[in-house]
């Protein structure tokens, strides 16, 4: 599990996300709520991982993605 997250920015102050963090082949989403989502190559593929770090990291979008996407999810903490 990752313990240093990097703080989503949340460029329009409208999303419902907290906290990031990624490797390789993965990307795990924290909400607000405080529930945590990992994302895999192999249960979203990669396309899908690719593009939610890029919104991620441009602190923008990420919320959204996921709402209309709905990516599937290796696991729920």
Do not use: C
Not at 10 to 30: K, T
């Amino acid at each position: 599990m990752i313990k240093n997250m990097r703080h989503y920015i949340d460029s329009d102050s409208d999303s419902n996300i907290n906290a990031y963090d990624y490797g390789e082949d993965f990307i795990v989403v924290e909400f607000k709520d405080g529930s945590k989502y990992e994302y895999t190559y192999d249960s979203a593929g990669s396309y899908m991982v690719e593009q939610m770090k890029g919104l991620a990291d441009r602190g923008d979008g990420l919320n959204s993605f996921i709402s209309t996407h709905k990516p599937r999810y290796a696991r729920k903490y």
